[in-house]
C-alpha cells in the first residue's frame, strides 16, 4: 500500500505543488485509513478495499473519534482524490468512493430571542413616542409578529398594508407574493407610525416605502439592521442581533404556540418545508433548556 501511497503523494507536489501542510495532511489521512482497514485484514491491499470499508471508516471516526461531519469529509476528500489517481494510472478498476455518501454537517440552528425578552423588549420601546421611536418600535414587530425578511420589509409601501383584513401584500425571492395576516396589536402600531409619519412630513409627502428615515428618505438595509441590533443588545447577550434572528424568533415562537409546519412554511414563504424543519430542532433545544431549569433531577 505504501508505494501507491508514496506516488500519490510525490504526484501532488510535483504536479500539483501542494504545499507541505496539505502533503502531510493527506499522507495522515491515507495513513489512518490504512491502519484502519488493516486492524480487520492486515493483508489489505488498496485494490482490496470497498465501500463497506470506508463506510466503516466514517461510522468508527464519527462515533469512537468523536469527529465532525466536516472533519469526517475532509479525510473523504483525501481518499476520492487518491483513488481517482489510482484510476487514471490504471492501478484500481473499481473506485469503492463512487458508492459512499458523506455525511451531512450539521446545520447550525439558528439564533432567536425568548418570548420573555421580546416581551420586555416592546415593552421598553413603548416608551418612546417620537417618530423615530414609533418607527423602530413598529420595525422590530412587524419582523417579530409577521417573520418577513429585511429585503421584504425594505419593500413595503402603504399600499402593500391593508389596515382593514389586516394582512400586507409582501414580494418574497424569486418575485414570489404572498399574504400574511397580523393582529389587533400590530394594526395598532402600523396607524400610530402612519400619523406620526404624516405629523412630520405631511400627508401629501408620496412616499416611496412605508418606512423612512427622520428626514423622509427610505430606509435602507444597514439601518435597518442598526435598529434591530441596537434594542436587541437592551435585552439579550447572543452573539447574532440581525434582522433575521427576529424571523427565527417568530418562526419558533409559532412552533412553541402549537402552530404546523405547513403554515408556518407558507407565512416565512419557504419554498419547502424541510427548510421550515430546522425549527422543530429550535424548539426541542428550547424544551431541554426548560428541563434542565425546572427539573430538580436534570
Do not use: C
Request: charged letters at 30%.
Amino acid at each position: 500500500m505504501e508505494l501507491w501511497t508514496d506516488s500519490f503523494l510525490e504526484y501532488l507536489k510535483s504536479e500539483l505543488n501542494d504545499s507541505p501542510l496539505t502533503l502531510d495532511a493527506y499522507a495522515r489521512d491515507l495513513v489512518e485509513f490504512q491502519d484502519f482497514v488493516k486492524e480487520a485484514d492486515p493483508d489489505t491491499e488498496w485494490i482490496a478495499v470497498e465501500a463497506d470499508d470506508v463506510r466503516e471508516w466514517i461510522i468508527y471516526l464519527l462515533d469512537e473519534q468523536g469527529l465532525s461531519a466536516a472533519s469526517v469529509n475532509r479525510k473523504l476528500s483525501t481518499l476520492r482524490t487518491f483513488y481517482k489517481y489510482l484510476r487514471r494510472m490504471g492501478w484500481v478498476s473499481i473506485n469503492p468512493m463512487e458508492k459512499v455518501t458523506a455525511p451531512k454537517k450539521k446545520r447550525p440552528l439558528p439564533y432567536f430571542v425568548r418570548e420573555s425578552e421580546m416581551d420586555r423588549l416592546l415593552e421598553l420601546t413603548a416608551q418612546d413616542r417620537s417618530f423615530v421611536g414609533i418607527r423602530n418600535r413598529l420595525i422590530l414587530m412587524m419582523f417579530y409578529v409577521t417573520g418577513i425578511r429585511r429585503a421584504e420589509l425594505l419593500g413595503l409601501t402603504d399600499a402593500s398594508v391593508d389596515l382593514i383584513a389586516k394582512q400586507i401584500k409582501v414580494d418574497g425571492k424569486r418575485s414570489k407574493q404572498r399574504i400574511v395576516p397580523f393582529g389587533e396589536e400590530l394594526e395598532s402600531e402600523i396607524r400610530a407610525y402612519i400619523n406620526a409619519r404624516n405629523e412630520a412630513f405631511g400627508q401629501d409627502a408620496g412616499f416611496e416605502t412605508l418606512f423612512v428615515t427622520a428626514k423622509g428618505a427610505a430606509m435602507n438595509k444597514t439601518q435597518v439592521s442598526k435598529v434591530v441590533k441596537d434594542n436587541l443588545s437592551k435585552v439579550t447577550t447572543i452573539k447574532k442581533r440581525s434582522p433575521h434572528v427576529l424571523r427565527h424568533s417568530f418562526a419558533t415562537a409559532m412552533l412553541n404556540n402549537n402552530a404546523d409546519l405547513t403554515s408556518i412554511q407558507k407565512l416565512l414563504g419557504h419554498e419547502s418545508v424541510a427548510t421550515t424543519e430546522i425549527y422543530t430542532h429550535v424548539s426541542f433545544e428550547e424544551l431541554k433548556s426548560e428541563y434542565k431549569n425546572a427539573h430538580p433531577r436534570s
